[in-house]
T-cell receptor, first 114, second 110 residues
Framework: SAVISQKPSRDICQRGTSLTIQCQVD?????MFWYRQQPGQSLTLIAT?????????ESGFVIDKFPISRPNLTFSTLTVSNMSPEDSSIYLC???????????FGEGSRLTVL | TQLLEQSPQFLSIQEGENLTVYCNSS?????LQWYRQEPGEGPVLLVT?????EVKKLKRLTFQFGDARKDSSLHITAAQPGDTGLYLC??????????FGTGTSLTVIP
């Protein structure tokens, strides 16, 4: 299994500012994933964070808007840049562990942009 | 655009009833998983299916993977209030990347 801690758990931000979300895992993992979720809706994969290389972004997400750092095998950050109300969402960090490829998630960071 | 479409999107049933949730895609996945999520928490894995046609049972929950590995279903027998939550299917592609379905919000009324 994996225990994932995310900070902040929630924040209210002003339009045009940036916020960095931190994700700490209790064990070393090769890949970390960042998802976005509107309350009550499904998860959309933003990017895959690989240690030692640039993150891989999904269609519709770009590095300038969502820069990601992955300084070591247990930590990653996602920055939401130049925020607008449309960025209000829950951002989730996850990792894959185990032979069966189970996804483990942090509790999420709920972001509200005014 | 979600690769996996779930139906129904919302479901509200009485305790004791049966229900089926469907997860459909035009893409083939190496494996498919079902997760349940409660408010304020991340999704938690229920089951992984890998082989086309595979059926797995977990107490009152029965999961099936389509023969072509493009679709799946979740059947709950005698639903209980504790089954309430957001059910998500997720298909695995290369590189351990998972793509989630559109979600089914289930409410079981006591």
């Amino acid at each position: 299994s994996a225990v994932i801690s995310q900070k902040p758990s929630r924040d209210i931000c002003q339009r045009g500012t940036s916020l960095t979300i931190q994700c700490q895992v209790d064990s070393q993992v090769t890949m970390m994933f960042w998802y976005r979720q509107q309350p009550g809706q499904s998860l959309t994969l933003i990017a895959t964070a690989n240690q030692g290389s640039e993150a891989t972004y999904e269609s519709g997400f770009v590095i300038d808007k969502f820069p990601i750092s992955r300084p070591n095998l247990t930590f990653s950050t996602l920055t939401v840049s130049n925020m607008s109300p449309e960025d209000s969402s829950i951002y989730l960090c996850s990792v894959v562990k185990g032979a069966g490829g189970e996804l483990f998630f942090g509790e999420g960071s709920r972001l509200t942009v005014l | 655009t979600q690769l996996l479409e779930q139906s129904p999107q919302f479901l509200s049933i009485q305790e004791g009833e049966n229900l089926t949730v469907y997860c459909n895609s035009s893409s083939v996945f190496s494996s498919l998983q079902w997760y349940r999520q409660e408010p304020g928490e991340g999704p938690v894995l229920l089951v992984t299916v890998v082989t086309g046609g595979e059926v797995k049972k977990l107490k009152r929950l029965t999961f099936q993977f389509g023969d072509a590995r493009k679709d799946s279903s979740l059947h709950i027998t005698a639903a209980q209030p504790g089954d309430t939550g957001l059910y998500l299917c997720a298909g695995a592609r290369t590189g351990n990347q998972f793509y989630f379905g559109t979600g089914t919000s289930l409410t079981v009324i006591p």
